[in-house]
Every structure is written in C-alpha cells, then in structure tokens.
C-alpha cells in the first residue's frame, strides 16, 4: 500500500530537548514536504525537498533542520524545541500520477 | 508570495443541499489548483485537482476554475453529513516539483 509514514503519532517534551519526527514514503517520490498546522494560520510550509541531498526552507523553517540522505527518508529535527513549536506536523511526498500530495498521518507534537 | 484566500466559515448547509465553497488566489502564474477534505485531527486528502479553465466533475464533487478572474471553486451536490470538513484549496506555479500553497480552509457543516 502507497503510504507516508510519520512517527510518532503525539509526542510532549521538554523546552531544550532535542527531538526527531521521522517521515517516510514507500512511493519512490522525489519531492517531499514539511508543515505544521496551528488554528487560524492554515498548514504552512517548513521544508521541503526536491531530491537525495537537495532541501529548502518553506515559509517557517526557524527553529528546524531536515535532511534528505535517501529517498524514501525525510527526518524533521527540532535541535532545542520551543513551547511556540506545539503545533500539528504532517509530511508529505509529492505523486506525479495524482498531481496531489499524500500526507502522513500527522504528529501532534506538545513543547511544555 | 502567492496567496490564497478562503472563507473560513463554518459554513452550514442542509443535508441534500448544494454546498459551494470559494476560493481566490493572488498569483497570475499559478497554473494548478487542488481542494483537500480534512476531517478533525486527520490528514488532508485529496478531492480534486483542475488545471484548464471550466468545470470538472468527479461524483457529487464539481470543481470550477476561473484564471481571469483567479478564483476557484468547489461545489458538492446533494451534502451529506459525511461532508463536515475542513476544505483547503491549494495552488502551484510551474513545474510538479514547486511547493503547493494552502489556503487556511472553509470549515463546511452539513446539518441532518
């Protein structure tokens, strides 16, 4: 089955500790996505990827690193989270026969 | 920066009814427009996508793009409460390999 895969599901933790949300995609997709969600502000664009050692900064890339040393992987890191980065994360890769992105099914991440 | 503009609602509808959902965008150069369904909490999936001017029908689901005048619309015949969502119109300029901007999203009520 075509499927994006983010983990974990929900996460809490500390101001200051660093934190990985893994994303990957069983698709062979070139092009892969970050964004967070937050009320009233729609899902915005953190990184993204447009192959094997190539990213870029979306909208609101402050606070966050990627990488991308293979396709299928596509790892967020947060290296000193903030209580201002609780938010709802998905990732997603880019299908060339749907013209649409598929998402993961999101990380709902809490900074206390 | 492209933007895209959308009512954020709630809009309520009847069951059985039309529900017509609009969406307006900034960017003149933009040539591909998508509406995503997100259910609470869940991740976005894909409805439609359209690319040429006009109408296109997929089921209860009708997308209608406008370049001249930049808007886009959804509309869903016969409104089920399996509709209650959050629709998010999405565009891309260019290339499948450009990052899509979201609207922050209609949320759409269906009352039995």
């Known amino acids: 089955e075509a499927q994006v895969t983010q983990n974990p599901r929900y996460l809490i933790t500390v101001t200051g500790k660093k934190l990985t949300v893994t994303c990957s995609q069983n698709?062979?997709?070139?092009?892969m996505s970050w964004y967070r969600q937050d009320p009233g502000l729609g899902l915005r664009q953190i990184y993204y990827s447009m192959n094997v050692e190539v990213t870029d900064k979306g909208d609101v890339p402050e606070g966050y690193k990627v990488s991308r040393k293979e396709k299928r992987n596509f790892p967020l890191i947060l290296e000193s989270p903030s209580p201002n980065q609780t938010s709802l994360y998905f990732c997603a890769s880019w299908d060339r026969a749907t013209y649409g992105y598929t998402f993961g099914s999101g990380t709902r991440l809490t900074v206390v | 920066q492209k933007e895209v503009e959308q009512n954020s609602g709630p809009l309520s509808v009847p069951e059985g009814a039309i529900a017509s959902l609009n969406c307006t965008y900034s960017?003149?150069?933009?040539?591909?427009f998508f509406w995503y369904r997100q259910y609470s909490g869940k991740s976005p999936e894909l409805i439609m996508s359209?690319?040429?001017?006009g109408d296109k029908e997929d089921g209860r689901f009708t997308a209608q793009l406008n370049k001249a005048s930049q808007y886009v619309s959804l509309l869903i015949r016969d409104s089920q409460p399996s509709d209650s969502a959050t629709y998010l119109c999405?565009?891309?300029?260019?290339?499948?390999?450009?990052?899509?901007?979201f609207g922050k999203g209609t949320r759409l009520s269906v009352i039995a």
């Open positions: 960017d003149r150069v933009s040539q591909s």
């Open positions: 698709m062979n997709h070139e092009y």
């Open positions: 999405a565009l891309q300029g260019g290339s499948g390999n450009t990052p899509l901007v």
């Open positions: 359209i690319y040429s001017n």
